[in-house]
């Protein structure tokens, strides 16, 4: 396989045709017939996705740095790059915007009835701004493409939506791009401690890797990062926008959100914040601060979940309690703590975007939503039962699936360092089976009392080509991690001995000045 990438030059192309072959996609649908809109959309996505599954081979796991990597200049008088590449982090997050975002257009054949070219030309257009965000080396580039991914899916809430789409839209945006205006600050500052340090205006990632930071430039710039990627993750306590938003979007959007937009979030943290303030994210009062949050998000979030009558908002209120894994994973700052946030990440996407497209079909068969409308489906429909346990008990964490790899990794990085906070965290493992198996076992084995439940078919062809490849990664992942964590590893080492080195200047630096708020960080390169 190598050889015939290396034949086909695959590494000098591919990251700017997976860029920018959604949004011709996008055309095309615009321009095409209405009825042909679906099948355009799911054609043209499913051939990103098989280009970018030779990023597989084409990513070399040993290196630490980015690779397949190209840079062109864009707005010269502000420095502002057009500059791409991936590393160990953001290849499996550009893989799984791939493969999910045509199991999400599939999944809207038959619930999306209404104007379908613009929903379906607003998928490709979503899918084009997060990989651009997970694809950017300018940091310019990726504000445009971050603010970018917050159009289509406002309308695609609001247009395509329930009742109450308007009002959970217009929060959606207003939370996030708040958090965004904010980070725009902290970027712009960034660029002008450049200019003036570096001798020239540049957005450049590794560029403004070298700008040397005060501690107190380094913790309020944190703060602006930080809230710009906690609203997204969403951390509590500014997740409320996120029930909302799930209850009220359609299949495809909830998909998308869960599974690939609060990845947006988690991302930045391992990105930009590690990296960049190494100073903050040591204090020990933000760590405690952040891990903190992290398991108070994991707690609560499973509490609330747990006496939810709306299924679908069950499952929102579960995305805010494994994004709490990620996020004490993310600031245990040990290699294992890192990767199991990574394995969360994929894991989270896999099985909450899975647990989504089920109860889209299950609401496209009996138009509800409510746990106590359903009872004894395991009966009438075995094969969606069966997929909706095999995702349920991934959510969970069971071993055997991707779910315990990352909270297990995540847990045991936490312990390393913070062991008390990694055992009051592994009590929402223990709330997983409470808000989760009790759900399953009314809507699936309790008795056929209702009978509008007898006749719910059973899983349809187009179904069953969603659902398979989700179970089988859930179960390759729990079973054969390796090759994930071998493509991570690296990437992962380099942003922590990023941060190490961040400490040990400091501590330098505070020998000859006792005024810690004075001490800057010298940069070092990842």
């Known amino acids: 396989m190598q050889v015939l990438l290396d034949a086909l030059g695959y590494g000098d192309w591919i990251l700017h045709a997976l860029l920018w072959l959604p949004l011709v996609g996008l055309g095309l649908v615009l321009w095409g017939p209405e009825e042909r809109a679906k099948g355009l959309a799911f054609a043209w996505s499913a051939g990103v996705f098989v280009l970018s599954l030779g990023l597989w081979w084409a990513f070399e796991p040993g290196v630490a740095g980015f690779q397949l990597a190209s840079s062109a200049p864009w707005i010269t008088g502000w420095g502002v790059s057009y500059a791409l590449g991936v590393d160990g982090i953001s290849l499996f997050m550009v893989l799984l915007t791939t493969f999910t975002t045509p199991l999400a257009i599939l999944g809207s054949f038959s619930y999306i009835r209404k104007k379908e070219r613009g929903f379906y030309a607003l998928m490709l257009l979503l899918e084009t701004g997060v990989l651009g965000v997970f694809l950017s080396l300018d940091l310019f580039l ?18 395509w939506g329930g009742e109450r789409r308007i009002y959970a839209a217009v929060k959606f945006f207003l939370y996030t791009a708040l958090g965004s205006l904010l980070m725009l600050v902290a970027i712009l500052y960034l660029y002008f401690q450049g200019r003036s340090q570096l001798g020239a205006g540049t957005f450049a990632y590794m560029d403004l890797l070298q700008v040397t930071l005060t501690l107190k430039e380094q913790i309020w710039l944190f703060a602006a990062f930080a809230l710009a990627f906690s609203i997204k993750v969403p951390l509590f306590p500014v997740h409320t926008w996120l029930p909302d938003a799930h209850v009220e979007a359609p299949t495809a959007g909830s998909v998308v959100l869960a599974a690939i937009l609060l990845k947006m979030g988690t991302y930045g943290f391992i990105r930009f914040l590690l990296p960049f ?6 204090h020990e009062t933000i760590v405690m601060v952040m891990m903190g949050l992290g398991v108070t998000g994991i707690l609560y979030a499973a509490w609330v979940a747990a006496v939810q009558p709306d299924a679908k908002k069950l499952v929102a209120y579960t995305s805010v309690s494994h994004m709490g894994f990620v996020v004490i994973g993310v600031f245990a700052l040990t290699v294992n703590g890192l990767q199991g946030g990574m394995m969360v990440m994929i894991s989270h996407g896999v099985s909450t975007g899975a647990l989504f497209l089920l109860l889209g079909m299950l ?11 359903f009872g004894g489906l395991a009966a009438v429909a075995p094969w969606l039962t069966t997929a ?33 906070m990694a055992g009051i965290a592994s009590l929402g493992v223990i709330f997983a089976a409470y808000y989760m198996l009790p759900m399953v076992q009314r809507m699936f084995f309790n008795g056929l009392v209702r009978k509008e439940n007898r006749g719910v ?19 390759w992942i729990g079973v054969q991690p390796a090759p994930f964590l071998r493509r991570m590893e690296p990437s992962i080492e380099a942003v922590l001995e990023r941060v190490e080195s961040g400490r040990s200047a400091q501590v330098r630096l505070d020998e000859r000045n006792p005024a810690p708020e004075l001490a800057a960080q010298p940069a070092a390169g990842l």
């Open 457 to 475: 078919p059973d899983l349809s062809r187009r179904e069953l080509a969603i659902m398979v490849p989700l179970v089988a990664l859930m179960i």
């Open 363 to 373: 609401y496209e068969r009996r138009h509800t939503r409510l746990i106590e409308d």
């Open 142 to 159: 990726f504000y445009v493409f971050f603010e970018l991914t917050l159009v289509p899916m406002y309308f695609i809430v609001g247009v």
């Open 388 to 420: 909706f346990v095999v995702t349920a008990l991934t959510s969970i964490g069971l071993p055997g699936t991707s779910g315990f790899v990352g909270e297990f990794l995540a847990l045991l990085g936490t312990f390393e360092t913070h062991p008390w």
């Open 277 to 282: 303030f190494p100073g903050a994210v040591q």
